[in-house]
Nanobody, 118 residues
Framework: QVRLVESGGGLVQAGGSLRLSCAGSGRTFSFYTMGWFRQAPGKEREFVAASWRSGGSTSYADSTKGRFTISRDNGNNMVYLQMNSLKPEDTAVYYC???????????WGQGTQVTVSS
């Protein structure tokens, strides 16, 4: 099992940048595909980005591709989300998640709020 804690959220103006961090305790991150999701008020939780366990490849939602970058440090059990060129529509609670079984995001953090002002 792994426990996840996000940090780094806050208030930023449109066009600005933020870097979210996700710290894990328990089993080493190398066993997991790690991802970021977000949920805006009144909307369903949506996929943002993932760093796959095998091969080191990454995936992004169309809405974040080219602006957000996911990275991981397995040795320190950390995952990061660098967010650039932020837009008001990026405002949401951002969650870190871990996938041990393919297709099952079984572990979640508590979330961190990101607010982008126009």
């Amino acid at each position: 099992q792994v426990r996840l804690v996000e940090s780094g959220g806050g208030l930023v103006q449109a066009g600005g940048s933020l870097r979210l961090s996700c710290a894990g305790s328990g089993r080493t991150f190398s066993f997991y595909t790690m991802g970021w999701f977000r949920q805006a008020p009144g909307k369903e939780r949506e996929f943002v980005a993932a760093s796959w366990r095998s091969g080191g490849s990454t995936s992004y939602a169309d809405s974040t591709k080219g602006r957000f970058t996911i990275s991981r440090d397995n040795g320190n059990n950390m995952v990061y989300l660098q967010m650039n060129s932020l837009k008001p529509e990026d405002t949401a609670v951002y969650y870190c998640a871990a996938q041990e079984v393919v297709g099952n995001w079984g572990y979640w953090g508590q979330g961190t709020q990101v607010t982008v002002s126009s």
